[in-house]
T-cell receptor, first 113, second 111 residues
Framework: DVKVTQSSRYLVKRTGEKVFLECVQD?????MFWYRQDPGLGLRLIYF???????EKGDIPEGYSVSREKKERFSLILESASTNQTSMYLC????????????FGPGTRLTVT | EDQVTQSPEALRLQEGESSSLNCSYT??????LFWYRQDPGKGPEFLFT???AGEEKEKERLKATLTKKESFLHITAPKPEDSATYLC????????????FGTGTRLTIIP
């Protein structure tokens, strides 16, 4: 079974703090993704990576950065957390193939106060 | 711009009462349409991929079908454990690697 793990289930941070969210997948997938999910807005892509050290912006990259130094690990960084970044953050991974289904981690519920 | 619209937003059914969820999409050439199940506070769980019109996939009480403009997720004789939010997403043939998701249908099965 594909397994995607995220470093925290729940996180509370203060405005202005630097926040790191970590994601690890164990299936040797090439692609990894970070989404945020908000009520009424669905899943929105923040960044994705199709190879080590490669990244592309998604729909809402402002206020975020990412790092992928190893194939199995993809980090999302909030340089200076703000209250409007309070959300559920979901990591996903996939193999580059025609099916292209993405497998998701359990999510991190981030609250910025 | 790719778009996915799911209906209804919420659906309450009695246990055993069959129904269908709809996913309408607009995409510049479809590479794949995906269905996911999401339980509260958890990440989406992959269910099906459909590639072309006329294709069908089944898993237990769920069957997904695809036309050129929409997909249906049919649920037959549902049980309370089928209660969840069901998400639909599309991947176009062209462009970057991202999926476009709908906002989901929240399904509640009443015992």
């Amino acid at each position: 079974d594909v397994k995607v793990t995220q470093s925290s289930r729940y996180l509370v941070k203060r405005t202005g703090e630097k926040v790191f969210l970590e994601c690890v997948q164990d299936m040797d997938h090439e692609n990894m993704f970070w989404y945020r999910q908000d009520p009424g807005l669905g899943l929105r892509l923040i960044y994705f990576s199709y190879d080590v050290k490669m990244k592309e912006k998604g729909d809402i990259p402002e206020g975020y950065s990412v790092s992928r130094e190893k194939k199995e690990r993809f980090s999302l960084i909030l340089e200076s957390a703000s209250t409007n970044q309070t959300s559920m953050y979901l990591c996903a991974s996939s193999r580059e193939q025609r099916g292209y289904e993405q497998y998701f981690g359990p999510g991190t519920r981030l609250t910025v106060t | 711009e790719d778009q996915v619209t799911q209906s209804p937003e919420a659906l309450r059914l009695q246990e055993g009462e069959s129904s269908s969820l709809n996913c309408s999409y607009t995409v510049s050439g479809l590479r794949g349409l995906f269905w996911y199940r999401q339980d509260p506070g958890k990440g989406p769980e992959f269910l099906f991929t459909l590639y072309s019109a006329g294709e069908e996939k089944e898993k237990e009480r769920l069957k997904a079908t695809l036309t050129k403009k929409e997909s249906f997720l049919h649920i037959t004789a549902p049980k309370p454990e089928d209660s969840a939010t069901y998400l639909c997403a599309v991947r176009p043939n062209f462009g970057n690697e991202k999926l476009t998701f709908g906002t989901g249908t929240r399904l509640t099965i009443i015992p």
